[in-house]
């Protein structure tokens, strides 16, 4: 049996009876029955399927000035448009506490990791400040992040990566304000990193600022490759990219 594949099988059906003892309800519109009903999910913008009917192709071409460009040896793919349907999802499971659709987001990453054929050794989810662990009582990123690991077969690793200070909220700061606020913020654990191709997971990336800071500091602890996936990414034009004070992530 492939490697993962009854992990795989159990989430799946825990899914499943969670679904049925809590029936959902779709975060875009309240219609009962979906995490996110087909109708809302027709209108999303995805990135990854040059197919779809809503897709922009190439995500590469969505995040202007995206700082992870910078770095060899990394890669970042982000599902869709950071807009609509997107992000009221995110929304919903940052701060409506709703974990549902935090498994649909992971399904959907999973599958699109599948796609680009990574080779990977672990799962790593971007560290919230501690502030916001207690505010929310979890990290979004790791409620993505650990199913995306149980469907790829890949061992989940929220200890790899450290949060060394809490930072301001990145809203309202321009592009380079971003980049520096994040800037020496992580520190990867050489134990478990070294050596390792890692996927990094986060919820949205705008300019690419907290991964990059992420990226390099597992980088710095040995690890090898490090890939990026993310649920959301902003679509920016230039007068955004220079003030980011309207972008809300």
């Known amino acids: 049996m492939v490697r993962g594949q009854i992990p795989a099988l159990l989430y799946k059906g825990f899914c499943e ?26 209108k999303i913008q995805f990135l990854i399927d040059n ?13 202007k000035n995206n700082y992870m460009n910078d770095l060899p040896d990394t890669g970042l793919r982000s599902l869709a448009v950071y807009d609509g349907v997107i992000r009221e999802g995110i929304h919903a499971m940052k701060y409506a506490n709703n974990h549902g659709i935090s498994h649909l987001f992971s399904r959907w990453l999973a599958n699109m990791v599948k796609d680009e054929g990574w080779l990977l050794d672990l799962v790593i989810p971007v ?21 995306v690991s149980i469907l790829l077969g890949v061992p989940f690793s929220p200890y790899g990566l450290k949060r060394m200070r809490n930072t301001q909220s990145q809203v309202g700061l321009s592009a380079e304000e971003r980049r520096a606020n994040v800037a020496g913020a992580f520190q990867g654990v050489s134990e478990i990193v070294s050596g390792k191709r890692v ?20 980088k710095k602890a040995g690890g090898n490759f490090i890939f990026c996936a993310t649920v959301g990414a902003a679509l920016l034009n230039d007068k955004q990219l220079s003030k980011l004070e309207s972008v809300q992530v």
Request: negative net charge.
């Open 199 to 218: 996927l990094l997971v986060d919820d949205v990336t705008t300019t690419g600022s907290t991964l990059e800071a992420c990226a390099r500091a597992l």
């Open 127 to 147: 560290p919230l400040s501690t502030e916001r662990v207690k505010e929310r009582g979890y990290n979004q990123s790791a409620l993505i992040a650990r199913p």
């Open 51 to 63: 197919k779809h009917p809503n897709s922009f192709g190439n995500h590469q071409k969505m995040v």
């Open 17 to 42: 009876a969670i679904d049925w003892v809590y029936p959902p309800v779709c975060a875009a519109c309240d219609e009962p029955g979906f995490h996110l009903c087909p109708q809302c999910q027709s």
